[in-house]
């Protein structure tokens, strides 16, 4: 079992990731949540094993997770995406509504395909206050709204902009996920240098 993810089923992690019937009827929900890890990675379903950590981790812990992962491309981000991605390093570590609500007003000028602004949403959407406009009736996210932002973010990383190095990617975000599922601080620096080479 691990420490961030106390399930002795994957089922009620399952129940929120919408995998496809094909990817389901591969896996057994009832397996333990590592088992299903292990097997999602060796079979390769590595979009799915995103989707499953990022519902699996605490709220914080999976968008810390994110923000380690596009660590590992941050070359590929402009200044402001780069500064969209401190202010998210910067609410989790100490989270306020000010600071999200400034982190809302940086998403309007990214495009849908940039991993940082699906990053940005996920802090948005956090559940940690409303996602109406600030005067208006508070009105806040649906449940695990926030893990389909990080696992759009990891995701869209992993391929976006285009780049030879999605499996190195992979293979770094989840050992990255898998030392924060366990306690650790998930620091993605062990990859970076593979994934840099692919970058250069």
Known sequence: MMKKIPYNSAAPILAHCDFSPEVMASINPDAAPLALVNQL????????????????????????WCIQALKLRQQAWTAIEAQLIEACT???????????????????????????????LA??????????????????????LYA?????????????????????????????AFDIANGGKGSAEQGEASCQALQD
């Open 41 to 64: 990675k060796e079979e390769g379903y590595f979009i799915e094993l995103a989707n499953f950590y990022a519902h699996a981790l605490p709220m914080r812990e999976a968008i810390w």
């Open 90 to 120: 910067l609410w989790v570590r100490e989270p306020n509504e000010r600071a999200r609500r400034e982190i809302e007003q940086q998403l309007a000028s990214l495009a849908d395909d940039r991993a940082p602004k699906w990053l940005g």
């Open 123 to 144: 802090v948005f959407w956090s559940g940690t206050g409303s996602i109406a406009p600030a005067d208006n009736p508070v009105v806040m996210p649906v449940e695990h």
């Open 148 to 176: 389909k932002a990080v696992a759009g973010a990891v995701n869209t990383a992993a391929v976006l902009p285009e780049w030879q190095g999605h499996k190195p990617f992979y293979q770094a975000v989840f050992k990255a």
